[in-house]
């Protein structure tokens, strides 16, 4: 099998990832006591169970000590809990001005999502601005979900035109596709693939790639409520080693095909000939 470049670095230490022993809990990770976290349902992240984000907290239990409670909550009602000190940690969210107030974020991959809409409607689109110039469209989305600066702008603009209907998890908004309540929704394409079985069936969306710069951060999320500068600076030291010995690739591959999971940890950098290098565009 030929191994994607940006994989190529991580996986060559992932043997030696395998021998590292469980670390006894202490303080430094803010986790004496058992940490409450919550997973939200999507199908590149967490569902029935299993899913990128199940791996990787049973990674960080193996390597931490710290014990989870474990929970599986809608994406609103994550940020409700974590702001009234119901919940300690989450997974996989894009930080916001607001939301970091109250916690911290760790970034462990970049994820680019793409506008789902039905094949009929998808000749003329280019962009999400072609979308908002058709008269009366309106988009899914998940309530309390964030997709990063350049497409929630567009759903602000939307939602204040009423056009924006939101559901409680990503399988609710994809029936609401489905049955002609939307028509669209921002996704990634392995949830269209993960929640529409039938071939037939998913041949009819297609995804529309609308976003700019690379794949938005997604985190893990400390409550400051819970959570010390320094024990963030605890967790963010950790997955730089998940990354560096080849774990994170590991957890990736075992949950995406190679070039997803190539993208997922595709942070944007790029070499130069100077040996500086530089950053694709922000989306």
Known sequence: MVVHPVLRTGLAFAVLACLCLPAAADDRYGCTQPVRLAFYRNQVFYHDGKGLDADLVAELARRTGCAFEVSVRPRAQIWTALQRGELDMATSAVATAEQRRYAYFVPYLHLRERLIVPLD???????????????????????????????????????????????????????????????????????????????????????????????????????????????????????????????????????????????????????????????????
């Not at 908004?173 to 069936?201: K, M, R, T, W």
């Not at 969306?205 to 976003?211: L, Q, T």
């Not at 605890?234 to 560096?244: G, S, T, Y």
């Open 121 to 283: 409607l998808s000749a003329d689109l280019h962009s999400l601005d072609d979308f908002h110039a058709l008269p009366g469209v309106r988009l899914g989305a998940v309530a309390g979900y964030n997709h990063g600066p350049y497409l929630d702008a567009m759903l602000r603009i939307l939602r204040s035109e009423g056009r924006v209907r939101e559901y409680v998890d990503e399988t609710a908004c994809f029936n609401a596709l489905l049955g002609g309540e939307v028509d669209g929704l921002i996704g990634h394409e392995l949830s269209l693939a993960g929640l529409l079985h039938d071939p037939a069936l998913r041949h009819r969306f297609r995804g529309i790639d609308v976003a700019r710069g690379t794949g938005v951060p997604r985190s893990l999320v400390l409550a400051r409520g819970r959570f010390s500068a320094a024990q963030s600076a605890q967790w963010q030291r950790l997955f730089e080693d998940l990354r560096l010995d080849g774990s994170l690739a590991r957890i990736f591959l075992g949950n995406a095909p190679l070039d997803v999971a190539a993208s997922l940890l595709d942070n944007g950098y790029r070499p130069t000939p100077d040996g500086l290098g530089e950053q694709d565009e922000a989306p």
